[in-house]
């Protein structure tokens, strides 16, 4: 297997997550919260996307998909770089988006992925991609990064659906 068909793959199994996780909920259910602080499944799945769209866009060297309708689509009251982190709970309240709109961000989110990381060769895994850090951030840390985070949002978005089904 090669390390771009690697990459297809974990970047698929989010997919797969997202979708399962979103088929047939309601706008009441992905923003019902556990409990005043807590996430709901509709801003998780934002923010994960939101987090892959902006690392994965920056890394390639291409424009997010969020501003290319997305974002005025949303009608959400945040800045348009903003991913999410260090959201407080009144600002996760905000994210009141319907299953159909979230699936068809992340799936466009997810062919701009996937075209990239498609064409990949080992090699490429050493560039530094940010230099912010110590040491710096190369793709293969920088994708290997997104692809951890948005895994374990997407479990913990299941979680919630488990929890919105035993209702």
């Given at each position: 297997?090669?390390?771009?068909?690697?990459?297809?793959?974990?970047?698929?199994?989010?997919?797969?997550?997202?979708?399962?996780?979103?088929?047939?909920?309601?706008?009441?259910?992905?923003?019902?919260?556990?409990?005043?602080?807590?996430?709901?499944?509709?801003?998780?799945?934002?923010?994960?996307?939101?987090?892959?769209?902006?690392?994965?866009?920056?890394?390639?060297?291409?424009?997010?998909?969020?501003?290319?309708?997305?974002?005025?689509?949303?009608?959400?009251?945040?800045?348009?770089?903003?991913?999410?982190?260090?959201?407080?709970?009144?600002?996760?309240?905000?994210?009141?988006?319907?299953?159909?709109?979230?699936?068809?961000?992340?799936?466009?989110?997810?062919?701009?992925?996937?075209?990239f990381v498609s064409g990949l060769r080992?090699?490429?895994?050493?560039?530094?991609?940010?230099?912010?850090?110590?040491?710096?951030?190369?793709?293969?840390?920088?994708?290997?990064?997104?692809?951890?985070?948005?895994?374990?949002?997407?479990?913990?978005?299941?979680?919630?659906?488990?929890?919105?089904?035993?209702?």
């Amino acid at each position: 297997m090669s390390v771009a068909e690697l990459l297809v793959d974990g970047f698929g199994r989010v997919r797969e997550v997202v979708h399962e996780v979103l088929d047939g909920l309601s706008v009441e259910d992905l923003t019902f919260r556990a409990d005043e602080q807590a996430n709901s499944i509709g801003w998780i799945v934002w923010h994960l996307t939101r987090v892959q769209d902006d690392h994965v866009a920056a890394a390639a060297g291409l424009e997010q998909v969020w501003p290319e309708g997305w974002l005025q689509r949303a009608g959400l009251p945040f800045a348009p770089t903003q991913t999410g982190y260090g959201q407080n709970p009144g600002l996760v309240a905000e994210v009141r988006l319907p299953a159909e709109f979230l699936a068809g961000y992340h799936d466009a989110t997810y062919a701009q992925t996937i075209s990239f990381v498609s064409g990949l060769r080992d090699a490429d895994l050493s560039r530094i991609v940010d230099r912010a850090w110590d040491p710096p951030v190369t793709l293969g840390v920088r994708l290997v990064s997104v692809l951890s985070d948005d895994l374990q949002h997407a479990g913990q978005a299941a979680f919630i659906r488990g929890l919105i089904e035993r209702r």
